[in-house]
């Protein structure tokens, strides 16, 4: 908190002083040492415009030590004085260190669609008690991807209903682009050859427990699974963990790729709580909810929305996860109820978002001048 509420507020004082630099684009992130998924889409859209400076920082601050932290940090905050944008997608704390400056225009592109789990400061250990301030400072813009999440993350990230715009979420453009499948679909069968010709069971379990702690629920039934589906000669079972989890859970299904090109080749998706069901319900492909600790969870997070009124079946019988609930819901999927999420939850995205949220940015700057 000293470093956080004392050292960078006075590194942006000190180097706030003269205009902001006009078209200066800063791209962050304490999650990754590369640019999120979330943020690709926006990048390529901004490295084509002439009127844009870019300046990425990207770095990861669970290895790189309490030292290394500070230092991009501090580093960050100087250029951030300056800047006429910064875009995040995570919670980025060096963004709500400061009072803001009035030309700086901060944008939250978040990383996940609707609004399901609760998170922020509407759920229980996300946000440390011991910090001071919000978390969310200084957001001008917070994109999401329908208005009927509007009222619950402004509930989470306790800032008015103004800073959050249905303008869709810019990640979700790659799913309307038909070369990103194509090239999704040949570096699965690439990697997966023996998937050829099967259908392909995604299996894609939040964490539980807390980022410097966290573990998979659910994985003795879902390993189950995994070899009844093998032994039936027509499917293949394929693992995507939370990146919070490093460790293997279920022997040969883990794969390296993004979960995001896993989308297309899915045939079902199997999940629990994971935002992924928003924006896999783009593809209007069957998903299967398995929540055997579905009442603990609930009681110990809880959900903005019932999760009976998601577009699959619940199993909250460990027991019950096997082929033949598999197969069913692939035979009985309603492709309506399907659509009928998507209109009340990802209504924004549709290919257009990324121009959507770019076009009201300078519009937005422009008004403001």
């Known amino acids: ?137 200084n957001y001008d813009l917070v994109t999401v991807s329908s208005e009927e999440c509007i009222e619950h993350f402004s509930s989470a990230m306790r800032l008015d209903k103004s800073v959050f715009k249905a303008l869709g979420v ?27 010709g099967k259908k392909v069971a995604l299996w894609t379990p939040t964490f539980r427990g807390n980022p410097a702690n966290p573990y998979t629920e659910g994985s003795e039934s879902a390993a189950r699974l995994a070899d009844e589906l093998s032994k039936s000669g027509d499917w293949y079972f394929i693992t995507k963990q939370h990146p919070h989890i490093k460790k293997s859970v279920i022997e040969n299904t883990e794969t390296d790729i993004p979960t995001e090109m896993l989308f297309a080749v899915a045939d079902l998706l199997i999940t629990d709580y994971s935002s992924v069901i928003y924006e896999y ?25 019932d999760i009976n009124s998601l577009p699959g079946e619940v199993i909250i019988d460990a027991e019950s996860l096997t082929l033949e609930t598999v197969e069913k819901a692939v035979s009985q999927f309603d492709e309506s109820k399907m659509q009928c999420f998507i209109d009340r939850y990802m209504t924004a995205c549709d290919g257009k978002s990324t121009d959507r949220i770019i076009d009201y940015i300078k519009e937005r700057n422009k008004d403001e001048r």
């Open 170 to 196: 810019s990640r979700t453009d790659m799913y309307f682009n038909e070369d990103f499948i194509e090239r999704s679909k040949e570096r699965f069968y690439k990697e997966n050859p023996n998937a050829k």
């Open 1 to 137: 908190m000293a470093v956080q509420n004392i050292i960078l507020p006075l590194a942006y004082f000190f180097y706030r002083s003269g205009p902001i630099t006009k078209g200066l684009v800063i791209f962050a992130d304490a999650h990754h040492d590369k640019c999120p998924v979330s943020m690709e889409c926006i990048l390529n859209r901004i490295k084509s415009d002439d009127d844009f400076t870019i300046l990425e920082f990207y770095h990861d601050f669970s290895r790189c030590g309490s030292i290394g932290s500070l230092r991009y940090s501090i580093q960050f905050m100087i250029l951030y004085a300056k800047a006429e944008f910064v875009f995040i997608c995570d919670n980025f704390l060096p963004v709500s260190a400061c009072v803001k400056r009035r030309g700086t225009t901060v944008i939250q592109l978040w990383h996940a669609c609707g609004a399901f789990k609760k998170f922020g400061y509407d759920t229980a250990g996300d946000i440390p008690k011991y910090y001071k301030g919000n978390v969310y400072k």
């Open 281 to 305: 319900a783009l593809f209007k492909k069957p998903i299967l909810i398995f929540a055997p600790d579905l009442e603990q969870y609930k009681s110990q997070r809880g959900f903005y929305i």
